[in-house]
Protein backbone atom coordinates (compact mmCIF):
# COMPACT_ATOMS: atom_id res chain seq x y z
CA UNK A 1 0.00 0.00 0.00
CA UNK A 2 1.60 3.09 -1.23
CA UNK A 3 2.01 6.34 1.00
CA UNK A 4 0.14 9.40 0.07
CA UNK A 5 1.46 11.63 3.12
CA UNK A 6 5.19 11.71 3.96
CA UNK A 7 5.93 13.28 7.05
CA UNK A 8 9.21 15.33 7.59
CA UNK A 9 11.34 15.87 10.99
CA UNK A 10 13.95 18.83 10.11
CA UNK A 11 16.87 19.21 12.68
CA UNK A 12 18.28 22.90 12.73
CA UNK A 13 16.95 26.63 12.31
CA UNK A 14 19.98 28.49 11.02
CA UNK A 15 19.75 30.43 7.55
CA UNK A 16 18.82 27.01 5.39
CA UNK A 17 16.14 25.69 7.73
CA UNK A 18 14.68 29.08 8.34
CA UNK A 19 14.44 29.02 4.36
CA UNK A 20 13.12 25.32 4.37
CA UNK A 21 10.40 26.56 6.63
CA UNK A 22 9.46 29.71 4.27
CA UNK A 23 9.95 27.97 0.82
CA UNK A 24 7.70 24.69 2.31
CA UNK A 25 4.88 27.20 3.60
CA UNK A 26 4.90 29.02 0.39
CA UNK A 27 5.51 25.97 -2.51
CA UNK A 28 3.81 22.87 -0.26
CA UNK A 29 1.00 22.54 -1.97
CA UNK A 30 2.75 22.81 -5.42
CA UNK A 31 5.22 20.57 -4.47
CA UNK A 32 2.55 18.16 -3.47
CA UNK A 33 1.07 18.39 -6.90
CA UNK A 34 3.50 17.13 -9.02
CA UNK A 35 4.65 14.40 -6.82
CA UNK A 36 1.47 13.18 -5.88
CA UNK A 37 2.24 13.31 -2.28
CA UNK A 38 1.50 15.26 0.09
CA UNK A 39 4.36 16.56 2.78
CA UNK A 40 3.69 17.52 6.36
CA UNK A 41 6.43 19.14 8.66
CA UNK A 42 5.42 17.18 11.75
CA UNK A 43 8.72 18.27 14.04
CA UNK A 44 11.13 21.16 13.78
CA UNK A 45 13.95 20.62 16.57
CA UNK A 46 16.05 23.63 17.55
CA UNK A 47 17.96 24.56 21.17
CA UNK A 48 16.27 27.98 20.60
CA UNK A 49 12.20 28.10 20.97
CA UNK A 50 11.91 31.40 20.31
CA UNK A 51 13.74 30.97 16.86
CA UNK A 52 11.27 28.71 16.37
CA UNK A 53 8.04 30.54 17.39
CA UNK A 54 9.64 33.71 14.78
CA UNK A 55 8.90 31.53 12.17
CA UNK A 56 5.11 30.81 12.82
CA UNK A 57 5.18 26.93 13.50
CA UNK A 58 2.63 25.49 15.10
CA UNK A 59 3.36 25.11 18.89
CA UNK A 60 2.84 20.84 18.29
CA UNK A 61 5.59 20.90 15.73
CA UNK A 62 8.14 22.78 18.07
CA UNK A 63 10.68 20.56 19.98
CA UNK A 64 13.99 20.98 21.57
CA UNK A 65 14.92 17.22 21.19
CA UNK A 66 16.27 15.45 18.81
CA UNK A 67 14.69 12.16 19.82
CA UNK A 68 11.31 13.63 19.11
CA UNK A 69 12.12 13.38 15.50
CA UNK A 70 14.34 10.41 15.34
CA UNK A 71 12.60 8.29 17.07
CA UNK A 72 9.05 9.08 16.14
CA UNK A 73 7.47 5.75 13.78
CA UNK A 74 5.12 8.65 11.77
CA UNK A 75 7.98 10.83 10.48
CA UNK A 76 9.54 9.33 7.12
CA UNK A 77 11.72 11.72 6.15
CA UNK A 78 14.70 13.70 8.27
CA UNK A 79 16.23 16.90 7.30
CA UNK A 80 20.00 17.52 9.05
CA UNK A 81 20.45 20.99 8.97
CA UNK A 82 22.20 21.30 12.10
CA UNK A 83 25.99 21.37 10.22
CA UNK A 84 29.69 19.89 11.72
CA UNK A 85 30.64 16.55 12.44
CA UNK A 86 28.83 15.83 15.65
CA UNK A 87 26.50 15.80 16.84
CA UNK A 88 24.92 15.37 13.18
CA UNK A 89 26.53 12.22 12.42
CA UNK A 90 25.23 9.88 15.32
CA UNK A 91 21.89 11.79 14.53
CA UNK A 92 22.22 10.44 10.91
CA UNK A 93 22.83 7.41 12.04
CA UNK A 94 19.85 7.09 14.71
CA UNK A 95 17.70 8.06 11.51
CA UNK A 96 18.37 5.40 9.39
CA UNK A 97 18.54 3.30 12.42
CA UNK A 98 14.67 4.09 12.86
CA UNK A 99 14.02 3.88 9.01
CA UNK A 100 13.84 7.19 8.18
CA UNK A 101 15.32 8.81 4.92
CA UNK A 102 17.96 11.44 5.32
CA UNK A 103 18.17 14.75 3.43
CA UNK A 104 20.98 17.05 4.67
CA UNK A 105 23.25 20.24 3.14
CA UNK A 106 26.36 19.27 5.40
CA UNK A 107 29.38 19.45 3.11
CA UNK A 108 31.75 18.57 6.15
CA UNK A 109 29.81 15.57 7.15
CA UNK A 110 29.54 13.98 3.84
CA UNK A 111 33.07 14.68 2.76
CA UNK A 112 34.18 12.73 5.78
CA UNK A 113 32.08 10.52 6.41
CA UNK A 114 29.74 10.03 3.74
CA UNK A 115 30.79 6.81 2.46
CA UNK A 116 30.43 5.21 5.77
CA UNK A 117 26.93 6.62 6.68
CA UNK A 118 26.21 5.63 2.97
CA UNK A 119 27.29 2.44 3.50
CA UNK A 120 24.49 2.24 6.38
CA UNK A 121 21.75 3.55 4.54
CA UNK A 122 22.34 1.22 1.47
CA UNK A 123 22.36 -1.70 4.30
CA UNK A 124 18.72 -0.71 4.75
CA UNK A 125 17.54 -0.34 1.94
CA UNK A 126 16.99 3.91 2.51
CA UNK A 127 19.06 6.66 1.20
CA UNK A 128 20.67 9.97 2.00
CA UNK A 129 20.28 12.55 -0.51
CA UNK A 130 22.57 15.85 -0.21
CA UNK A 131 22.00 17.93 -3.50
CA UNK A 132 22.62 20.76 -1.18
CA UNK A 133 25.94 19.62 0.78
CA UNK A 134 27.53 21.28 -3.12
CA UNK A 135 26.09 23.91 -4.86
CA UNK A 136 23.42 25.79 -2.78
CA UNK A 137 20.49 25.70 -5.58
CA UNK A 138 22.21 24.27 -9.02
CA UNK A 139 22.02 20.82 -9.32
CA UNK A 140 25.21 18.98 -9.31
CA UNK A 141 24.77 15.68 -7.19
CA UNK A 142 21.90 14.54 -9.60
CA UNK A 143 23.61 15.59 -12.98
CA UNK A 144 26.89 13.48 -11.97
CA UNK A 145 24.59 10.34 -10.93
CA UNK A 146 22.68 10.57 -13.45
CA UNK A 147 22.54 12.82 -16.18
CA UNK A 148 26.75 11.95 -17.01
CA UNK A 149 26.36 8.70 -15.13
CA UNK A 150 27.15 7.20 -19.60
CA UNK A 151 30.22 9.30 -19.58
CA UNK A 152 33.65 9.07 -18.40
CA UNK A 153 34.39 12.36 -17.03
CA UNK A 154 38.04 13.24 -16.92
CA UNK A 155 37.94 16.94 -15.54
CA UNK A 156 36.18 18.89 -12.92
CA UNK A 157 36.99 22.49 -12.76
CA UNK A 158 35.17 25.04 -10.40
CA UNK A 159 34.51 28.26 -8.45
CA UNK A 160 32.50 26.46 -5.51
CA UNK A 161 32.95 29.02 -2.83
CA UNK A 162 30.81 32.49 -3.32
CA UNK A 163 32.50 34.24 -0.68
CA UNK A 164 35.85 34.40 -1.95
CA UNK A 165 34.13 34.55 -5.89
CA UNK A 166 32.39 38.26 -4.29
CA UNK A 167 35.73 39.18 -2.74
CA UNK A 168 37.82 38.63 -6.10
CA UNK A 169 34.84 40.39 -7.98
CA UNK A 170 34.88 43.36 -5.79
CA UNK A 171 39.15 43.53 -5.79
CA UNK A 172 38.56 43.41 -9.44
CA UNK A 173 35.52 45.86 -10.10
CA UNK A 174 36.51 48.59 -7.61
CA UNK A 175 40.11 48.25 -6.65
CA UNK A 176 39.53 47.22 -3.51
CA UNK A 177 42.44 45.38 -1.08
CA UNK A 178 41.37 41.92 -0.32
CA UNK A 179 40.75 42.85 3.70
CA UNK A 180 38.37 45.53 2.56
CA UNK A 181 36.35 43.32 0.05
CA UNK A 182 35.83 41.06 2.98
CA UNK A 183 34.47 43.54 4.96
CA UNK A 184 31.94 43.97 2.11
CA UNK A 185 31.41 40.54 1.59
CA UNK A 186 30.49 40.29 5.54
CA UNK A 187 28.53 43.40 5.70
CA UNK A 188 26.41 41.97 3.01
CA UNK A 189 25.89 38.32 4.23
CA UNK A 190 28.18 36.55 1.47
CA UNK A 191 30.42 35.64 4.23
CA UNK A 192 30.37 34.80 8.02
CA UNK A 193 32.09 36.51 10.84
CA UNK A 194 34.69 33.95 10.99
CA UNK A 195 35.45 33.31 7.11
CA UNK A 196 38.51 31.45 7.64
CA UNK A 197 36.60 28.13 6.42
CA UNK A 198 36.22 30.32 3.01
CA UNK A 199 39.38 32.04 2.66
CA UNK A 200 41.70 29.12 3.73
CA UNK A 201 40.03 27.04 0.93
CA UNK A 202 38.43 24.11 3.37
CA UNK A 203 35.38 25.06 2.16
CA UNK A 204 36.08 24.36 -1.45
CA UNK A 205 37.99 21.38 -0.69
CA UNK A 206 34.93 19.40 0.86
CA UNK A 207 32.57 19.94 -1.99
CA UNK A 208 35.64 18.74 -4.39
CA UNK A 209 35.45 15.50 -2.06
CA UNK A 210 31.79 15.16 -2.64
CA UNK A 211 32.11 15.85 -6.42
CA UNK A 212 35.04 13.93 -7.30
CA UNK A 213 34.24 10.90 -5.48
CA UNK A 214 30.96 10.80 -7.47
CA UNK A 215 32.87 12.11 -10.58
CA UNK A 216 35.62 9.17 -10.63
CA UNK A 217 33.82 6.32 -8.35
CA UNK A 218 36.46 6.88 -5.70
CA UNK A 219 37.26 6.76 -2.05
CA UNK A 220 38.38 10.26 -1.37
CA UNK A 221 40.20 11.03 2.39
CA UNK A 222 40.42 14.97 3.08
CA UNK A 223 44.22 14.46 3.25
CA UNK A 224 44.63 13.99 -0.26
CA UNK A 225 43.59 17.34 -1.62
CA UNK A 226 46.24 19.71 -1.75
CA UNK A 227 44.52 22.92 -0.30
CA UNK A 228 45.70 26.45 -0.55
CA UNK A 229 43.78 29.88 0.20
CA UNK A 230 43.44 33.30 -0.86
CA UNK A 231 45.72 35.03 1.78
CA UNK A 232 48.57 36.03 -0.44
CA UNK A 233 46.88 37.46 -3.43
CA UNK A 234 46.76 41.12 -3.94
CA UNK A 235 44.92 43.41 -5.92
CA UNK A 236 48.52 44.03 -7.93
CA UNK A 237 48.15 40.48 -8.75
CA UNK A 238 44.80 40.89 -10.08
CA UNK A 239 45.50 44.12 -12.24
CA UNK A 240 48.50 42.22 -14.04
CA UNK A 241 46.19 39.39 -14.47
CA UNK A 242 43.36 40.92 -15.94
CA UNK A 243 46.52 42.90 -18.38
CA UNK A 244 47.75 39.61 -19.19
CA UNK A 245 44.07 38.03 -20.40
CA UNK A 246 43.22 36.70 -17.18
CA UNK A 247 40.71 36.62 -13.95
CA UNK A 248 42.06 35.20 -10.92
CA UNK A 249 39.48 32.37 -9.16
CA UNK A 250 39.75 30.33 -6.34
CA UNK A 251 39.32 27.12 -8.08
CA UNK A 252 38.52 23.04 -7.18
CA UNK A 253 40.24 21.31 -9.96
CA UNK A 254 39.52 17.25 -10.30
CA UNK A 255 41.21 15.25 -12.58
CA UNK A 256 42.00 11.99 -14.00
CA UNK A 257 45.58 11.29 -14.82
CA UNK A 258 47.05 8.44 -16.35
CA UNK A 259 48.81 7.81 -12.74
CA UNK A 260 46.00 9.03 -10.77
CA UNK A 261 43.74 11.33 -9.12
CA UNK A 262 44.79 15.02 -8.68
CA UNK A 263 42.68 16.87 -6.62
CA UNK A 264 43.45 20.22 -5.37
CA UNK A 265 42.06 23.73 -4.83
CA UNK A 266 44.00 27.39 -5.12
CA UNK A 267 43.48 30.49 -6.43
CA UNK A 268 44.39 30.11 -10.53
CA UNK A 269 44.37 32.16 -13.66
CA UNK A 270 41.62 31.63 -15.54
CA UNK A 271 42.03 33.41 -19.08
CA UNK A 272 39.58 35.82 -20.07
CA UNK A 273 37.94 33.09 -22.63
CA UNK A 274 37.36 30.41 -20.14
CA UNK A 275 33.43 30.55 -19.08
CA UNK A 276 34.79 30.34 -15.08
CA UNK A 277 36.52 33.88 -15.93
CA UNK A 278 32.72 35.12 -16.56
CA UNK A 279 31.62 34.29 -12.74
CA UNK A 280 31.09 36.92 -10.97
CA UNK A 281 29.96 38.16 -7.20
CA UNK A 282 28.51 35.45 -4.79
CA UNK A 283 27.44 32.93 -8.24
CA UNK A 284 29.60 29.68 -8.65
CA UNK A 285 30.44 26.91 -11.55
CA UNK A 286 31.08 23.88 -11.83
CA UNK A 287 32.90 22.93 -15.43
CA UNK A 288 32.99 19.51 -16.39
CA UNK A 289 34.74 17.85 -19.09
CA UNK A 290 33.75 14.31 -19.89
CA UNK A 291 34.94 11.79 -23.13
CA UNK A 292 31.56 11.59 -24.87
CA UNK A 293 29.50 14.63 -23.62
CA UNK A 294 32.44 16.89 -23.79
CA UNK A 295 32.00 20.36 -21.93
CA UNK A 296 29.29 21.17 -19.27
CA UNK A 297 29.23 24.09 -17.49
CA UNK A 298 26.45 24.33 -14.59
CA UNK A 299 26.04 27.83 -12.73
CA UNK A 300 23.70 29.60 -10.33
CA UNK A 301 23.78 31.19 -6.41
CA UNK A 302 25.91 28.33 -4.57
CA UNK A 303 24.54 29.52 -1.37
CA UNK A 304 22.08 31.38 0.30
CA UNK A 305 18.35 30.18 2.28
CA UNK A 306 16.60 29.93 -0.71
CA UNK A 307 18.75 28.63 -3.00
CA UNK A 308 19.54 25.92 -0.63
CA UNK A 309 16.22 25.43 0.55
CA UNK A 310 15.07 23.93 -3.06
CA UNK A 311 17.62 21.51 -3.26
CA UNK A 312 16.87 20.45 0.22
CA UNK A 313 13.33 20.01 -0.64
CA UNK A 314 13.95 18.25 -3.49
CA UNK A 315 15.72 15.88 -1.83
CA UNK A 316 12.82 15.19 0.08
CA UNK A 317 10.49 15.38 -2.71
CA UNK A 318 12.58 11.98 -4.08
CA UNK A 319 12.46 10.86 -0.72
CA UNK A 320 8.86 11.32 -0.79
CA UNK A 321 8.69 9.30 -4.23
CA UNK A 322 10.30 6.68 -3.48
CA UNK A 323 7.86 5.90 0.12
CA UNK A 324 5.09 6.80 -2.14
CA UNK A 325 5.60 4.24 -4.81
CA UNK A 326 7.89 2.10 -2.34
CA UNK A 327 10.40 1.78 -4.84
CA UNK A 328 14.43 0.96 -4.50
CA UNK A 329 15.71 4.55 -4.77
CA UNK A 330 17.36 5.05 -8.43
CA UNK A 331 19.31 7.67 -6.79
CA UNK A 332 21.43 5.61 -4.49
CA UNK A 333 25.33 6.04 -5.04
CA UNK A 334 27.42 2.78 -7.14
CA UNK A 335 30.67 1.72 -5.04
CA UNK A 336 33.39 4.01 -4.24
CA UNK A 337 36.70 2.16 -5.51
CA UNK A 338 40.74 3.30 -3.77
CA UNK A 339 42.43 5.09 -6.18
CA UNK A 340 45.93 6.58 -6.62
CA UNK A 341 46.76 9.85 -6.23
CA UNK A 342 48.82 12.22 -7.80
CA UNK A 343 50.63 14.63 -5.88
CA UNK A 344 50.68 18.54 -6.05
CA UNK A 345 54.72 18.05 -6.72
CA UNK A 346 53.82 15.97 -10.07
CA UNK A 347 51.90 18.31 -11.65
CA UNK A 348 52.44 20.04 -14.63
CA UNK A 349 51.25 23.74 -14.88
CA UNK A 350 52.07 27.20 -15.69
CA UNK A 351 52.84 29.79 -12.96
CA UNK A 352 52.57 33.41 -12.53
CA UNK A 353 55.10 35.23 -10.40
CA UNK A 354 55.31 38.44 -8.86
CA UNK A 355 58.32 39.65 -6.69
CA UNK A 356 60.50 43.00 -5.34
CA UNK A 357 63.58 43.09 -6.43
CA UNK A 358 66.66 45.35 -6.40
CA UNK A 359 66.85 48.25 -9.68
CA UNK A 360 70.23 47.59 -10.96
CA UNK A 361 71.88 45.35 -13.86
CA UNK A 362 72.42 42.34 -13.63
CA UNK A 363 69.46 41.09 -11.76
CA UNK A 364 66.84 39.40 -14.68
CA UNK A 365 70.07 37.51 -16.01
CA UNK A 366 70.56 35.61 -12.62
CA UNK A 367 66.58 35.13 -12.21
CA UNK A 368 66.49 33.81 -16.20
CA UNK A 369 69.77 31.53 -14.66
CA UNK A 370 68.03 30.34 -11.64
CA UNK A 371 65.10 29.46 -13.65
CA UNK A 372 66.83 27.44 -16.68
CA UNK A 373 68.97 25.74 -13.84
CA UNK A 374 65.95 23.62 -13.44
CA UNK A 375 64.57 23.41 -16.60
CA UNK A 376 61.63 26.13 -16.26
CA UNK A 377 61.54 28.16 -19.70
CA UNK A 378 59.53 31.48 -19.31
CA UNK A 379 57.39 32.39 -21.04
CA UNK A 380 56.98 36.14 -20.07
CA UNK A 381 58.83 38.91 -18.27
CA UNK A 382 57.41 42.03 -17.13
CA UNK A 383 58.86 45.04 -15.08
CA UNK A 384 56.64 48.42 -15.39
CA UNK A 385 56.98 49.70 -11.99
CA UNK A 386 60.02 50.79 -9.75
CA UNK A 387 60.10 52.06 -6.46
CA UNK A 388 63.22 54.25 -6.03
CA UNK A 389 65.95 51.44 -6.05
CA UNK A 390 63.26 48.51 -5.97
CA UNK A 391 61.70 47.07 -9.42
CA UNK A 392 58.85 44.64 -9.58
CA UNK A 393 58.57 42.48 -11.64
CA UNK A 394 56.15 39.93 -13.08
CA UNK A 395 56.82 36.67 -14.83
CA UNK A 396 54.90 33.72 -16.21
CA UNK A 397 56.54 30.77 -17.40
CA UNK A 398 55.76 28.08 -19.65
CA UNK A 399 54.13 24.49 -18.45
CA UNK A 400 56.55 22.79 -15.70
CA UNK A 401 56.19 20.22 -13.10
CA UNK A 402 55.49 22.01 -9.97
CA UNK A 403 58.83 20.09 -8.44
CA UNK A 404 60.93 21.95 -10.80
CA UNK A 405 59.56 25.36 -10.43
CA UNK A 406 59.69 25.53 -6.19
CA UNK A 407 63.11 24.08 -6.64
CA UNK A 408 63.61 27.38 -9.07
CA UNK A 409 61.76 29.41 -6.69
CA UNK A 410 64.02 28.78 -3.97
CA UNK A 411 67.36 29.46 -5.58
CA UNK A 412 65.53 32.80 -7.20
CA UNK A 413 64.30 33.94 -3.39
CA UNK A 414 67.97 33.18 -2.07
CA UNK A 415 69.65 35.62 -4.62
CA UNK A 416 70.67 38.91 -3.02
CA UNK A 417 68.62 40.88 -4.71
CA UNK A 418 65.48 39.82 -4.43
CA UNK A 419 63.22 40.73 -2.04
CA UNK A 420 61.24 38.12 0.20
CA UNK A 421 57.24 37.27 -0.08
CA UNK A 422 56.45 36.77 -3.51
CA UNK A 423 52.92 36.41 -4.90
CA UNK A 424 52.61 33.11 -7.01
CA UNK A 425 49.29 32.04 -8.66
CA UNK A 426 49.49 28.79 -11.24
CA UNK A 427 47.42 29.30 -14.28
CA UNK A 428 44.04 26.86 -15.35
CA UNK A 429 45.59 24.99 -18.45
Same mark, same amino acid.
Do not use: W
Given at each position: ????????????????????????????????????????????????????????????????????????????????????????? /??????????????????????????????????????????????????????????????????????????????????????????????????????? /???????????????????????????????????????????????????????????????????????????????????????????????????????????????????? %???????????????????????????????????????????????????????? /??????????????????????????????????????????? %??????????????? /???????
Amino acid at each position: MDKGIVKIGLLGIGTIGSGVVTLLKKNGRAISEKIDVDLVLEKVVDRDPAKLQSLGLPEETITTKAADVLEDPEIDVVIELIGGIEPAR /SMIIAALDNDKHVVTANKDLIASHGEELLAIARDKNLNIYYEASVGGGIPLIRPLKQSLVADRIHRLVGIVNGTTNYIFTRMDQDNLSLEDALLEAQKRGFAE /SDPSNDIEGRDAAYKLIIMSGLAFSSSIEPDQVHVEGIGGVTYEDIAYAREIGYAVKLLAIGEKLPAGLALRVHPALVPLAHPLAAVLNEFNAIYIEGDAVGEVMLYGRGAGAMPT %ATAVLADVAEAARSIHHQCVDTMIEGTFHKASFVPIKDIRTRFYLRFLADDRPGVL /SALANAFGNEQVSLDMVIQKRSFGDTAEIVLVTHLVREEAFQK %ALEKVMALPAIKPNP /SMIRLLG
